[in-house]
């Protein structure tokens, strides 16, 4: 009688979030570089190894994380409640390590659990946004700053009385004494008192 082949497993290990967690405020504000960075520490996850997760850059570089990417992202996660750091990374000191705040921490050997707080993304607040106050509009003219004008409201009405501009027509008047003689000189009244004065011609 022939053996029976060994079954072969279907199952593969998954790295999961729950929904509480993916549903919650916190987790809406994040960017989507620091959702990338949950993703990857949650990866590392077994049953027996939160608060011993790491977040290197050697390990998520090729995730297109840079250094100060990877930075930010590690500092949102925390503020946001998270992740929470058990050991501070430093020369001699190796990589810090961290845990997820959604499980329990069983193996506390060797790390710092005196300020974890479990699911402490719901107390995650956003930050009131900063008012920026009314700025007063100016304008550049000739190379200098002049102030704004006034609204409609408060326009003040120009004089009622009458600009005279003197446009010479005709000849080039630098020519000589007679060209000037036969220039035209126009006169132009600005809007005055609300009407337009008729236009006299000087010969």
Request: some cysteine; glycine content about 6%; aromatic content about 8%.
């Amino acid at each position: 009688m022939s053996a029976k082949p060994a079954k072969t497993s279907t199952k593969h290990p998954y790295a999961a979030i729950e929904w509480r967690v993916i549903d919650s405020e916190a987790y809406a504000d994040l960017t989507f570089s620091a959702r990338a960075l949950l993703v990857q520490i949650t990866r590392q996850l077994t049953k027996t190894n939160n608060g011993h997760l790491q977040a290197t850059f050697s390990d998520m570089e090729r995730f297109g994380f840079s250094v100060n990417t990877l930075s930010r992202a590690t500092h949102e996660l925390i503020t946001h409640g998270f992740i929470y750091k058990t050991k501070s990374g430093g020369f001699h000191q190796g990589a810090a390590q961290f845990a997820v705040t959604w499980l329990s921490v069983t193996n506390t050997h060797g790390i710092y659990m005196q300020g974890f707080k479990s699911c402490a993304w719901r107390d995650w607040q956003p930050k009131e946004k900063n008012r920026t106050p009314k700025m007063r509009a100016y304008s550049i003219k000739n190379g200098e700053r002049t102030p704004p004008t006034h609204p409609k409201s408060e326009a003040v009405p120009p004089p009622k009385s009458e600009h005279i501009v003197l446009v010479p027509m005709g000849d080039d008047l630098s020519t000589n004494s007679a060209s000037r003689a036969r220039a035209s000189i126009h006169r132009l009244p600005v809007m005055a008192g609300g009407r337009m004065q008729q236009i006299k011609h000087y010969a």
